[in-house]
């Protein structure tokens, strides 16, 4: 191994980055479209049974070198980010 | 929009979570090769440049509904995570 092949990681790190935030972003729009139809149907934004439904899949596929407590503490991270997401969207329709 | 949109909608959330998952794992291999890199070469494994560098190409492909201090956070969280799996392969080296 040379430094080289360390340029040649970080260079699939950045690239896998990149990958991680188009994925985020894809879900952030459908987070927003979620917020919309719950919005319409006057249901409440947070649903924690769902976020366990959706941790629990995710804790099912894992199988990386993470810790399975780091994996889920991200994921906690994206779902916190989803819902103010949400939230903003809704202060947003207010003011309009 | 009905509830069975709702349900496809997280359907489409479910399958993205499942692909950060995925993404996130393959990066923390990466992640798992550079820090055998360095150990072998003895550099230092935290670089505050490379971090800052990392963090600059997220934030120049940037255009998604969250705001940047959020995805900055999100990815900080996942270099944290990154820097810990390093740590704990170091003590595992030691520990053989």
Chains 1, 2 share one sequence.
Do not use: Y
């Not at 006057?42 to 894992?62: A, C, K, M, T, W």
């Not at 994996?71 to 103010?84: D, G, P, R, T």
């Amino acid at each position: 191994m040379t430094t080289n092949d360390l340029s040649q990681l970080r260079d699939k790190i950045d690239e896998v980055n990149l990958q991680i935030l188009e994925l985020l972003n894809k879900r952030g729009e459908i987070v927003q479209e979620i917020g919309h139809v719950k919005e319409k149907q006057g249901i409440v934004r947070f649903d924690p049974v769902r976020e366990r439904q959706s941790l629990d899949l995710i804790i099912e596929n894992h199988d990386g070198p993470f810790e399975l407590s780091t994996v889920q503490h991200i994921f906690k991270e994206i779902f916190k980010a989803s819902l103010e997401l949400q939230k903003d969207n809704h202060k947003k329709a207010l003011l309009v």
